[in-house]
T-cell receptor, first 113, second 115 residues
């Protein structure tokens, strides 16, 4: 089974801190995604990547950046965390061929105080 | 861009009853419509999907229907069981057959199956 692992289940940070959320997948998938999940808003795409060192903005990229130095790892960076970035963050991966199925990690619940 | 609306936001049914969740999409170019189930404490997991060249697809107790003219698609769960309790998300995308599979998700439906 594909495994997408997010480094932390819960994270508490202070306003203004630089925050790194890490995601690793073990299926050699080219595509990786970061979503944010908020009640009543569903899943919103922050950034995605089709290949190493490649990134594209999703629907809500403001306040975030990403890094993909290795194929299996996709990092989400909050340069200066703010309280409105308190949310559940979900990482996903997929293969560009086949059924387009997204495989999600279990999520990181980030609280910014 | 694409916009996906999902209703209802919460749904409570008795065990054994059927449940229906409905979504509408705005972009007539969308041609791929998956449904994801998210159990408590877990990430969403694909349960069924449909492409625009098909009107209905079934997998045991779940089925998805698509009306391209009205830009509606629905998830049907029959003979509901307590383990069906979860949050369900619909999504839409344009599948060009290449690398792109940027999904636009609905806002989710919390389904509670009462024993």
């Amino acid at each position: 089974d594909v495994k997408v692992t997010q480094s932390s289940r819960y994270l508490v940070k202070r306003t203004g801190e630089k925050v790194f959320l890490e995601c690793v997948q073990d299926m050699d998938h080219e595509n990786m995604f970061w979503y944010r999940q908020d009640p009543g808003l569903g899943l919103r795409l922050i950034y995605f990547s089709y290949d190493v060192k490649m990134k594209e903005k999703g629907d809500i990229p403001e306040g975030y950046s990403v890094s993909r130095e290795k194929k299996e790892r996709f990092s989400l960076i909050l340069e200066s965390a703010s309280t409105n970035q308190t949310s559940m963050y979900l990482c996903a991966s997929s293969s560009p061929t086949g059924a387009k199925k997204l495989f999600f990690g279990s999520g990181t619940q980030l609280s910014v105080l | 861009g694409e916009n996906v609306e999902q209703h209802p936001s919460t749904l409570s049914v008795q065990e054994g009853d059927s449940a229906v969740i409905k979504c509408t999409y705005s972009d007539s170019a969308s041609n791929y419509f998956p449904w994801y189930k998210q159990e408590l404490g877990k990430g969403p997991q694909l349960i069924i999907d449909i492409r625009s060249n098909v009107g209905e697809k079934k997998d045991q107790r779940i089925a998805v229907t698509l009306n391209k003219t009205a830009k509606h698609f629905s998830l049907h769960i029959t003979e509901t069981q307590p383990e069906d309790s979860a949050v369900y998300f619909c999504a839409a995308s344009m599948d060009y057959g290449g690398a792109t599979n940027k999904l636009i998700f609905g806002t989710g439906t919390l389904l509670a199956v009462q024993p």
